[in-house]
């Protein structure tokens, strides 16, 4: 498979071998899927049996009010791992609707692949099964670091809690943003002029500097 570089330097296969990433991938019936056009993935209220890993691209986890408003409840850029909380769970339906842009590419899979009854290759099945435990740990943590920027009394307070928080995930006060405004005021469940307004206070006070989606703490 020619995105095995790719795959190989996910979390989800750390500690394997490249011929153990394709001995898996085999066990695993895994297959590439190539987005032309946006896309709807996993849609809201939908069972999901598999897993996806982005290989390229981007994919987001979309709710939609009565309006037809949406709020983004998740970004997956590449690297990111998705649909395993809900295939995992099996039974729950999916809260969001997850819509892949184009060129995006995503390696799909069964979770019951990996957990068959089988008997063959059980130590690179529970290795796997160890790197998703983590990644679905990760992912409460993940959760609660939105949770504490959308529960902030402020917009102000709100874009600083995701600013600093991106700092820490790219490990510089100078960081590039996955999000355009848009797509940053949805993530934040404000309106984008409200987003932009408040971005250009914080500039004009010294707090940040920014050029499109590069931005510098300044605090």
């Known amino acids: 498979m020619q995105q095995n570089e790719k795959i190989f330097k996910n979390p989800l296969f750390f500690g394997f071998a490249q011929a153990e990433i394709e001995s898996m991938l085999d066990i695993l019936q895994a297959k590439t899927i190539k987005i032309a056009e946006k896309r709807v993935v996993i849609r809201e209220g939908e069972r999901n049996p598999y897993i996806f890993m982005v290989l390229s691209g981007e994919a987001y986890g979309i709710k939609y009010d009565i309006f037809g408003r949406e709020t983004i409840y998740n970004h997956f850029s590449p690297g990111s791992v998705f649909g395993d909380v809900l295939a995992v769970s099996a039974v729950k339906e999916s809260p969001v609707t997850v819509i892949a842009s184009p060129g995006t590419e995503l390696l799909q899979f069964r979770f019951d692949s990996l957990v068959s009854a089988k008997t063959e290759h059980l130590e690179l099945r529970s290795k796997l099964l160890r790197n998703l435990t983590s990644e679905l740990a990760n992912k409460f943590f993940e959760l609660q670091d ?72 300044l605090v």
């Open 146 to 217: 939105r949770v504490d920027c959308l529960v902030a009394p402020s917009l102000r307070e709100k874009i600083m809690m995701f600013l600093e928080n991106q700092t820490k995930k790219q490990k510089s006060k100078k960081i590039t943003l996955t999000l355009n405004r848009e797509r940053l005021a949805a993530y934040l469940n404000t309106d984008r002029s409200a987003l932009c307004r408040e971005l250009s206070r914080m500039k004009k006070d010294g707090i940040i500097d920014f050029d499109k989606k590069e931005f510098v703490l």
